[in-house]
């Protein structure tokens, strides 16, 4: 433990970080730094702020704010005012690039003592992170994680703030990950925190890609470049190559990568399909999980999932593939399979007595969407009964192809609000109503509390409700403010309010 602490001592000045990544600091270059920050109103005094480029505004315009709570440097990759005299400036490239070069270094590189396994994928990064962790722990070696739900760091959880966190608050997690006592943790790795060089030059053990499909688009504009995010932490061009890549072998784009990876890299494909190395046949399926039969080069296996849907079943093939990676035994994990409990609003049962069932899921994308309605629909014998609806202020094309997935797996709809941030609803259920298909029955309530109630009240015995797109989420984006809302406490509260009428 004190060689780890000696490793991972945050202690540097900032003439030989610079040095060590490339970068210049003039004159007083060799003052101490407190801490490292890209949000002025996180500045405390001796830190290093680091003025990034974003959506909206540059860090540039709040170099006021950070030197005025105490900021001793400035990095930047753009011209600024004159700063005051007792303020560092130093001037690099790509600003994005310089945090994450030298979070990494300050905070001792710690993701090189980690065994660290990151996840991409538009859909199941969330299930797959968490089962992956419940797979590696064993008494007394606790698993980090870093999710959008969580933070795990051996010896406390935190809420997540963001998926994947930038990286001046990454490395810190990873140094505390150490100090906690874990040797290896999983993450999600999205495409934002890619693009953004949030992981850049993140040394990973395992990097396993899960599916892609249409999501971000406001964002990366195409499929193709939404991929090619996704591919940078397969081939280098993150900055260093995985050793074993765990990929979907029946995804098209997971085909794609296949085909693409350096030579160097280890894969191990899972999926359905004939010649993926995990392979899930006789699949049968029920309203309290699935039975298949495993394919794997430890041999065929039997396996009772708790996970509810086929697509639940790639979920659990992909930990299996990732648990086999890292060199541990996957008969074992078959065997602890049985005490996952699941993830925080991911297909989460609300049970307050009711006779109609309520499932609550963070499906927020077309196919998500399909998969938790198909799986609902295997297992229920009455009408299915759907609440959803689309963000404001992103991808608008999206809206229409949503709606239509709705009115093809469920029975009855209420299209609501789903954060609707700077956007009028109105404005939004117009993209929506483009895909409603003939003969839908279809509801639009604005107020989402109204529409889940509405639901309610139309659900009858062996009916299904499924409360769709914020899953664990315990607020609405409305005109930059978040407030309070969570699906899940709402359902248990009209379901009460319920019995407690009759």
Not at 91 to 97: C, G, L, P, Q, S
Not at 166 to 177: G, R
Request: proline share 4%; net charge positive.
């Amino acid at each position: 433990m004190e060689n780890i602490h000696r490793r991972i001592s945050s202690s540097m000045d900032l003439r030989s970080l610079a040095r060590q990544e490339g970068a210049y600091a003039k004159d007083r270059g060799n003052i101490r730094m407190s801490s490292l920050c890209s949000d002025s109103r996180r500045v405390t005094p001796g830190a290093a702020f680091f003025a990034l480029p974003g959506l909206r505004t540059h860090g540039n315009e709040h170099l006021r704010e950070a030197i005025e709570r105490g900021a001793r440097v400035v990095i930047t990759d753009s011209e600024t005012d004159t700063l005051p005299s007792h303020v560092v400036k130093v001037k690099v490239d790509d600003a994005r690039t310089a945090l994450a070069k030298f979070s990494k270094r300050y905070h001792g590189n710690p993701d090189e003592l980690l065994k660290l396994i990151g996840i991409t994928g538009t859909n199941g990064k969330t299930t797959v992170t968490s089962l992956t962790r419940h797979l590696l722990e064993e008494p007394g070696r606790p698993v980090g994680l870093i999710g959008t739900v969580k933070y795990h760091l051996g010896d406390r959880e935190l809420p997540s703030y963001r998926t994947t966190p930038e990286a001046s608050d990454l490395y810190p997690l990873l140094k505390s990950m150490l100090v906690g006592g874990c040797s290896e943790a999983v993450m999600e790795v999205s495409s934002h925190g890619i693009h953004q060089s949030r992981v850049a030059g993140l040394q990973l053990e395992i990097a396993a890609f899960l599916n892609l499909s249409r999501d971000h688009l406001d964002y990366h504009k195409t499929m193709e470049a939404y991929f090619k995010e996704k591919r940078k932490i397969f081939n280098g061009v993150n900055g260093s190559l995985p050793q074993v890549a765990v990929v979907n072998g029946d995804c098209p784009y997971g085909k794609r990568l296949l085909d693409e990876l350096p030579p160097q890299v280890r894969f191990i494909s899972f999926g359905f399909e004939e010649g993926c190395l995990f392979r899930a046949i006789q699949i049968s399926l029920d309203a309290n999980g699935a039975k298949f039969v495993l394919e794997s080069p430890a041999g065929n296996i039997v396996v009772n999932s708790p996970l509810v849907g086929r697509y639940n079943i790639m979920n659990v093939l992909a930990s299996f593939a990732i648990i086999y990676g890292m060199g541990r035994s996957v008969p074992d994990a078959v065997q602890k399979l049985a005490g996952f409990n699941g993830v925080d609003g991911r297909m989460e049962v609300i049970d307050q007595g009711q006779v109609f069932k309520v499932v609550v899921d963070y499906a927020h994308t077309p196919d998500a969407l399909r998969n938790a309605l198909g799986m609902l629909r295997e297992c229920t014998k009455g009408k299915l009964h759907l609440v959803f609806g689309c963000g404001g202020d992103r991808d608008r094309g999206k809206r229409l192809e949503m709606t239509r997935v709705a009115c093809a797996g469920a029975d009855r709809i209420w299209a609501t609000a789903d954060n609707p941030r700077t956007e009028p609803q109105s404005s939004i259920f117009d993209d929506m109503k483009k895909g409603v298909s003939r003969g839908a029955k279809v509801a639009f309530i604005e107020d989402r509390r109204r529409a889940i109630n509405r639901a309610f009240d139309a659900a009858g015995p062996e009916d299904c409700v499924l409360i769709a797109g914020k899953g664990h989420e315990a607020f609405q984006e409305i005109q930059y403010s978040a407030i309070p809302f969570d699906d899940r406490r709402i359902a248990e509260d009209l379901i009460q309010a319920k019995i407690f009428s009759h």
